[in-house]
């Protein structure tokens, strides 16, 4: 079974747990009262993919990580040996969309992962209005893939956008690690 491990990150209040919640089946995801995450959490979940052209089961590994920066000297241990990493916000908080910088530095540019390997998630609860912030990014997001999340209204249409996402961060990690053991038998 090939394992992946995706650090879920951003800044509090962005959805980080209701989006790992319903991506990995573990209880509410919608509705519920508002607890800030301590720490992390690690959710588990499988699924099976075409990677190499061989269907293999996944080992998922969802690292739910607060977005409350007082956690911040524990990040280098969430990030490590990080397959992907999904920034989540919600579009409709100014402030949010200028945080995610801090988080692209350390658990990208810092931890070496590759761009391609990240998801940026614009996360919209059905009570909120006005006009979304997503379009205000910074330059570091300019090449990595922003979807939009509305659990309430589309969660299949999400799931199925996630499940891209997965597919492609374990084939490229499926490939290096190919790679990795290759250089070893040298």
């Not at 990493?85 to 200028?98: C, D, L, M, R, T």
Request: with cysteine; aromatic share 10%.
């Amino acid at each position: 079974m090939f394992k992946i491990k995706i650090a879920v990150v951003g800044p509090a209040r962005a959805g980080k747990t209701a989006i790992s919640n319903f991506l990995a089946d573990a209880g509410d995801t919608i509705g519920s009262e508002y607890t800030p995450t301590i720490g992390c959490r690690i959710l588990e979940m499988e699924q099976e993919m075409k990677i190499s052209n061989r269907k293999e089961k996944c080992d998922i590994e969802l690292w739910d990580c607060s977005g409350d920066l007082k956690y911040d000297a524990c990040w280098t241990a969430m990030s490590h040996d990080a397959n992907g990493i999904v920034f989540v916000f919600n579009p409709y908080e100014a402030s949010q969309s200028k945080e995610l910088n801090q988080w692209y530095t350390h658990f990208v540019q810092n931890s070496g992962i590759r761009e391609e390997c990240c998801l940026v998630i614009a996360n919209k609860y059905e009570s909120e209005t006005g006009t979304p912030n997503s379009s205000k990014l910074g330059n570091l997001f300019d090449s990595i893939k922003v979807i939009q999340s509305n659990i309430e209204k589309d969660s299949e249409g999400f799931r199925e956008e996630f499940k891209n996402y997965i597919q492609s961060v374990a084939a490229y990690s499926k490939s290096k690690q190919d790679q990795e053991e290759k250089m070893i038998l040298r």
